[in-house]
């Protein structure tokens, strides 16, 4: 059997607010748990858990839903490693420098030095 993760307060609030996001797209259009269950290939009681923010419920599924609700632009921006500023911060501490460098700006005249 499967260990159940339970999940830290951010990823819980995180969970939470994504299902009533969903919940608020799906009232907005006026459609039921139903609806939107059949339309995805499962059961209401699956919609009402993603809903409130079960963290059981499939990452697949709570994709899919928020992707038949046009948030694509979003869930595709998830993870962008372009946001990652402290990643980012320590792959160029990594990274080797090349050439020397008082040869940085050497192709440029320095004012001061004139």
């Known amino acids: 059997?499967?260990?159940?993760?339970?999940?830290?307060?951010?990823?819980a609030e995180a969970l939470a607010r994504i299902g009533a996001n969903i919940r608020?797209?799906?009232?907005?259009?006026?459609?039921?748990?139903?609806?939107?269950?059949?339309?995805?290939?499962?059961?209401?009681?699956?919609?009402?858990?993603?809903e409130r923010g079960d963290g059981g419920?499939?990452?697949?599924?709570?994709?899919?839903?928020l992707l038949q609700y046009g948030y694509a632009d979003q869930v595709f921006a998830?993870?962008?490693?372009?946001?990652?500023?402290v990643g980012k911060r320590l792959d160029a501490v990594r990274r080797p420098s090349r050439g020397s460098a008082g040869a940085l700006h050497s192709?440029?005249?320095?004012?001061?030095?004139l």
């Open 78 to 85: 998830l993870g962008d490693p372009e946001q990652d500023g």
């Open 1 to 11: 059997m499967k260990k159940k993760i339970e999940p830290s307060f951010d990823a």
């Open 57 to 65: 419920v499939s990452l697949a599924l709570a994709v899919e839903a």
């Open 107 to 113: 192709h440029r005249a320095d004012p001061s030095q």
């Open 24 to 50: 608020t797209a799906r009232l907005r259009r006026a459609e039921t748990e139903s609806t939107l269950a059949n339309r995805m290939g499962v059961s209401r009681a699956t919609i009402a858990r993603l």
